[in-house]
């Protein structure tokens, strides 16, 4: 289930109290209120499974803390909203948005969780030369929304590929090196100027009383702008030290654990669609002094944003023959490197379990 990225906005009541020669005025700022819907959707030509969030701002005399934290508060009373795909200016499909309720909303935040509302439709394929058009009727006619974007497509890894082994270090302790990842960058205008971000996974099982529990960590690898490349592929490494200085920090050491065996990497690249990465920098702090900045939105009768995006994953177990994840230096370093020889990792490979010839970090 896709996690999407949502933007809120609270307006709080506030009594202000101006005094001025002796005398007190007080304002009422909820008197010229207007409900405003925000909506939130990235389309995503990996996926079946769509997901629009629509909400809308709220207001009212008191904490608007409190507020927050009532789900009804965030909530239009009735959604009429579609998705359509139009071709060479033809209507060839129609979705209807469906209302589901999601258990996934972390509880730390200011609004109402776990439970949180998202509308969806499933589709087979979304095509890259295809619009598709956000059309919402709220509250009977009370608010129409009007959106559309183009999706992202083309975005492949080129490398590493299934035969690769991972090289992070060299024949000899501290000779550390990088792993490019290379990819094709967005076509079609969906993905013009595309926003990317690279992810790379570390999988481990940790035996506990002999039961293996499984666990991961995501390294924020590299995120950039697509305007920078003309080449048609972009690049970037996972340097090799670094590397397991991030598993070092990224795993405690934990004397209750009898062994821990690397399982899988998996690399998660996403391209974001030229709207998400306007909307993006839109977002950022400002660096004015006036900490003043226009609100971005690709929306009308809203605020928010309908766009698109594109997830290709990479996924490659440890054991699959003989092309491992991490070649046998790089599993040397892992399991008796000076980064992270604490940890107790060892190797289940059968290539450094090999009777003739077997590693001293081999699992025994």
Known sequence: MKKLKHSFLALSGIA??????GCKSEFDVTTDYQVTPIIFGLLDQGEKFQYIRINKTFLGQGNAYDFAKVADSSYFDQVDAKV???????IQNEWPLRDTILENKSENGAFYAPQ??????????LYPDAIYR?????????HIVKGQTRVVSNVTIQSPIQQTTFALRG????DYKGIPIIWTTASGSGGRNSRYNVKFVFHWDEYTGGIPTSKSFTWNLSELSGENYTGGTISVSVPGEQFFQMVRDRIPIDPSVERRLHTKVEII???????????MLASQPSSSLAQSKPTYTNLEGAIGLFSARYTHRFDKLFVNGNYRTLDQNSMRELCEGPYTYELDFCSNHPIDNNPLNPMSFRCQ
């Open 16 to 21: 202000t109290f101006l005094l001025v020669t």
């Open 84 to 90: 359509v795909e139009v071709i060479n200016g033809s």
């Open 116 to 125: 949180h509302k998202l509308y969806y439709f499933y589709a087979d394929t």
């Open 134 to 142: 956000l059309e919402a009727n709220i509250n009977n006619g009370e």
């Open 171 to 174: 024949a000899q302790p501290g």
């Open 269 to 279: 690249l996403t391209a974001g669609a030229e709207d998400l990465t306007n909307y």
